[in-house]
């Protein structure tokens, strides 16, 4: 054996150094290149997303121009506002549920909304789920076909059934059931019918992701097994159903929340939600703080909800685990 098969320690170091210099470079232009990919997508959510939420942040710390906009004086009224009501004559200030009550309704009709499409949804995402597959795009399509038209046209149409005059109330007085129009236009019961009718869609797609891998070789073993219809949907079909319920409870919840075209519509505009009432201040009122400051106050609670539940969820989760 020659000299020169040995490798000397020195050597040794240096091919070392040399294979990790190369790996260094090497994960270095694999996070280029990464970034240069992400580029456009975190371009896009940087001037769209996150530039509009900074100016509605600086807004709503600002003080109401005289006929809208804003006047450039740090102010922190507009979350005051929100709780209290200053006295006309002294300016002491009062504790006041009026903005409260507000918030509190349109979480109440949107949670109404929200079981109302998971009642209507999942009998209707299983019903797809249980037919063959050649057939399931055909009703997917009947679900998804009202998206084809601009949801101001299917508040409408909703308002024209509903009305004094509309096919509901005829129908009635048409059999004889009532002999006066039941009044639904401009009433809790209309907005909820509207947030249904707008956003069950969102719920029967999640429904029918989750459902569509259910075996339906165990729901034939469980009754083969002597279980009822009630233990088979509570033990294996809603267990199974369970991320998309999750899914589609929180795509119907949110856009329910800040709902404005339907309760303005169906409500009449007579108790107001907070879609509702954030553009009464940036139009009407011209109070765009506090119009700012209510929209950032819906998305922290919009955010705080979702985050108790994904940490509720983990933890449920790991005990199951």
């Avoid at 929100?82 to 509190?104: G, K, R």
């Avoid at 006066?180 to 019961?189: A, S």
Wanted: aromatic share 12%; with cysteine.
């Amino acid at each position: 054996m020659t000299q020169s098969s040995f490798i000397t320690p020195a050597q040794q170091a240096e091919s070392d150094a040399k294979l990790a210099a190369a790996k260094a470079q090497t994960d270095a232009d694999a996070r280029r290149r990464r970034l240069q990919l992400l580029s456009p997508s975190v371009l896009l959510i940087g001037i769209f997303g996150l530039f509009p939420l900074t100016i509605t942040l600086i807004y709503s710390f600002l003080s109401p121009g005289s006929y809208g906009g804003v006047t450039w004086e740090f102010s922190t009224n507009a979350y005051v506002q929100f709780l209290f009501e200053a006295d006309i004559f002294d300016d002491t200030l009062s504790f006041s549920t009026t903005y409260l009550s507000i918030f509190s309704r349109s979480i109440g009709l949107a949670l109404v909304a929200t079981v109302g499409a998971l009642i209507i949804g999942f009998p209707t995402a299983y019903f797809i789920a249980s037919k063959r597959p050649e057939q399931r795009n055909f009703w997917l399509f009947l679900i998804t076909l009202p998206f084809w038209t601009n949801l101001l046209i299917r508040t409408y149409a909703i308002l024209l059934i509903i009305r004094d005059e509309g096919i509901i109330n005829l129908g009635l007085m048409g059999v004889g059931i009532t002999d006066k129009p039941i009044g639904i236009l401009y009433t809790d019961f209309a907005v909820f019918m509207g947030l249904i009718y707008s956003y069950l869609p969102f719920m029967v797609l999640p429904l029918y992701a989750s459902l569509e891998k259910l075996d339906f070789r165990l729901v034939e073993a469980a009754y083969d097994l002597y279980a009822s219809r009630f233990q088979v949907l509570r033990h294996i079909i809603i267990p199974m159903a369970k991320p998309g319920i999750v899914a589609g409870c929180i795509l119907v919840f949110i856009p329910g929340l800040g709902a404005y075209i339907t309760p303005e519509l169906l409500g009449g505009g007579k108790d107001l939600m907070i879609g509702n009432l954030i553009a009464l201040q940036f139009g009407g009122s011209r109070n765009w703080p506090f119009g700012s400051a209510a929209a950032l106050i819906l998305m922290v609670v919009v955010m705080l909800s979702l985050i108790v539940y994904v940490r509720h969820a983990g933890k449920g989760g790991a005990s199951h685990g």
